[in-house]
Every structure is written in structure tokens, then in C-alpha cells.
Nanobody, 124 residues
Framework: DVQLQAFGGGLVQAGGSLRLSCATSGITFDEYAIGWFRQSPGKGREGVAFRSSDEVSGRYADPVKGRFTISTDYAKSTVFLQMNFLKPEDTAIYYC?????????????????WGQGTQVTVSS
């Protein structure tokens, strides 16, 4: 059974940092791509960071490039999203998701497994 659990959200001031964690079970990182998505009120779900199964490099949506970094702790079966220089527009519920694919996958409709969200609020 594949399970994902996202946590680590919170309230932070603009310019600050947070690290989100996505604890996984039932997947192997060399077979699954992982993505981080977010959704704010009144907006659709937006992909922010993507990791391919071989993790050659992360891929990022333009609004977060240079500020967010996706990484993996294989021993802990956990994928992280380090978020620096946070802005009020980063406020959203953040989700992690997994799909069996060797490539980084941007489309949220292609993901097979989702964790529950974690709230990130950035105050100005």
C-alpha cells in the first residue's frame, strides 16, 4: 500500500524559510517520481517542484525557481521541500504526490497517490 504524509507547514514571515517533509511508504524512489503541489483559496492546484525517479535534478515551476529545493533522504524514505525567501503569495495548502514514472511529471492528473496537505501561511 502506497502512503504519503506531508507535514512541516506553519506560519512564517515573508522572507523566512520552511522545510516541508513528505514521509512515504510502499514506494521505491528509483521507480517513482515525486511532486509537490499547492492550492490556495479560489485557485486551482499548482505544481511547484518535481523529482524524477533517478533524481538527476529537480524541476521547478517558475514562481519558485531559485527559492525552493526538492531533495530526498533515502534512509528515511522522505522527500523534502526546502522553501526559502517565502512570499505571501506562497500561502497555500501544500501536497506531495507520487506516480510510477522514471521522469519528472508536472501534470497533477497523472499522479496516482496523494498525501494529505499541510498549510503554509506567509505573513507580509
Amino acid at each position: 500500500d502506497v502512503q504519503l504524509q506531508a507535514f512541516g507547514g506553519g506560519l512564517v514571515q515573508a522572507g523566512g524559510s520552511l522545510r516541508l517533509s513528505c514521509a512515504t511508504s510502499g514506494i521505491t524512489f528509483d521507480e517513482y517520481a515525486i511532486g509537490w503541489f499547492r492550492q490556495s483559496p479560489g485557485k486551482g492546484r499548482e505544481g511547484v517542484a518535481f523529482r524524477s525517479s533517478d533524481e538527476v535534478s529537480g524541476r521547478y515551476a517558475d514562481p519558485v525557481k531559485g527559492r525552493f529545493t526538492i531533495s530526498t533522504d533515502y534512509a528515511k524514505s522522505t522527500v523534502f521541500l526546502q522553501m526559502n525567501f517565502l512570499k505571501p503569495e506562497d500561502t497555500a495548502i501544500y501536497y506531495c504526490a507520487a506516480v510510477k514514472s522514471p521522469f519528472a511529471v508536472r501534470g497533477d492528473n497523472l499522479y496516482q497517490h496523494w498525501g494529505q496537505g499541510t498549510q503554509v501561511t506567509v505573513s507580509s
